[in-house]
């Protein structure tokens, strides 16, 4: 009977806990099959420096509080591993870590990155003669990637969003006759406009403008669509991605240095858009970055988001007691209204390193707004409000014990 090892990667959400808690619970009810589950200590940094957390350690009532816990009970870290070729070391180090520890499974939460991380370790376990089944299990507020209709994490970000900016422009249109016109609210998504369409979801009554960064930024249209909206309705809201670029490529917020996964670091297209209209049009503005607030906001998640997330990480556990390996489980919609869902799953190599870009048929013709297709799209996404539990006034997330096995192998740098 094998071990199993689940790792967190990338930046953290509202609801992958919910995640950790479906793989936990479901391989507690295959003990027959799977051993021990052992969590990394800040994602897979954890395995290459043998931190290992043994959740049997954590209670049931613990791992099922994980379900309405948001940001990583174990820990993540932004730590891209390099290619086979550039670094054979590292993904060698991984396989010598799990024989150590008899781990044959695998589960590996979080984006793009890490679905190219679980598909090497997969590739080189084999040769190396310790198979190890790698099942990605998917995670990512930015809603890019392929093969699943959605990714668990970004239905809460987007309800979150929309929330904010009708909240945000209920404030403003208050203060407009005499004080502020303009509010500009920053949400995140580097390369597909996902988070920003769903400040799209408000209501038509309220005058929104999106800027997506698969639309170049076109400051003269930009200013006369913010224009006639102050005039018409007397204020005006935008939703800029963090990844809006001018014509020649550039972001409108990219600080010239980078993150630990090379990616441009950015942060500041708000300002930059909020000073834009002041300099041509002289209205007043207010400006807010949502940076972590969005991804952390477990108060307000979307229940279809919790129980994706978790149907997901039970999904992985069982698909790999099927034998199955180098997939992901992903989300198969089957209808709008009513929603109706399955899980599905998709193979390793037509995942890793694959971005899914908002499509065309999503935005509007001027460039500004999100069309029916996509309101469509999204609104299921935000259905249901999932609360966590409270206490004297705020809610009672759940903080894992971490206690660590003990160490079999010499030292390992990362």
């Not at 970004?154 to 006759?177: L, N, P, R």
């Not at 502020?180 to 799209?200: C, D, N, Q, S, Y």
């Not at 090379?262 to 949502?290: D, M, R, S």
Request: hydrophobic content about 40%; charged content about 20%; proline content about 4%.
């Amino acid at each position: 009977m094998k071990n199993a090892f689940y790792a967190q990667s990338g930046g953290v959400t509202a609801v992958i806990n919910a995640s950790a808690s479906g793989v936990i619970e479901t391989a507690r009810k295959h003990s027959d099959k799977i051993g021990t589950v052992y969590a990394g200590e800040n994602g897979i940094i954890g395995a290459l420096t043998e931190n290992l957390i043994d959740t049997s350690a954590e209670s049931d009532a613990d791992i099922a509080a994980l379900n309405h816990t948001p940001s990583g009970g174990f820990g993540s870290c932004r730590y891209k591993m390099k290619s086979l070729e550039a670094n054979k070391a590292e993904y060698e180090r991984l396989i010598k870590v799990f024989k150590a520890h008899n781990i044959g499974y695998f589960f590996y939460n979080g984006g793009g990155d890490s679905a190219d991380t679980c598909l090497k370790v997969s590739q080189l376990s084999e040769s190396m003669g310790f198979p190890i089944q790698a099942i990605h299990i998917p995670k990512t507020v930015d809603n890019d990637l392929p093969v699943t209709d959605n990714c668990p994490g970004f239905g809460s970000v987007a309800k979150y969003i929309a929330v904010s900016t009708m909240e945000a422009s209920f404030d403003v249109a208050s203060m407009a006759a005499t004080s502020t016109k303009i509010f500009v609210l920053e949400v995140m998504g580097r390369h597909a406009g996902w988070i920003a369409a769903a400040g799209g979801l408000v209501d038509s009554s309220i005058p929104v403008v999106i800027l997506f960064p698969e639309v170049d930024f076109n400051e003269e249209k930009f200013l006369a669509k913010v224009d006639q909206n102050v005039k018409e309705y007397g204020y005006c809201t935008i939703v800029v991605s963090e990844g809006t670029k001018w014509p020649d490529g550039t972001f409108l917020a990219e600080q010239g240095t980078r993150d630990d996964f090379g990616h441009a670091q950015l942060g500041g297209a708000a300002p930059v858009v909020a000073n834009i209209i002041k300099k041509a049009l002289g209205y007043k503005f207010h400006w807010a970055v949502a940076d972590y607030l969005q991804r952390a906001a477990r108060h307000l998640a979307s229940n279809s988001d919790v129980e994706q997330a978790y149907a997901l990480g039970k999904a992985a556990v069982e698909m790999a007691l099927d034998g199955k390996n180098s997939i992901m489980p992903s989300i198969v919609r089957k209808s709008n209204n009513p929603y109706q869902w399955e899980i599905g799953y998709g193979e390793l190599k037509d995942i890793a390193n694959v971005e899914k870009m908002m499509p065309e048929s999503y935005i509007s013709e001027d460039g500004f707004s999100i069309t029916n297709a996509c309101r469509e799209y999204l609104l299921p996404l935000i259905e249901g409000e999932n609360y966590p539990p409270y206490n004297n006034g705020l809610p009672d997330y759940v903080v894992m014990k971490k206690i660590k096995v003990g160490k079999k192998l010499p030292p390992f740098e990362v």
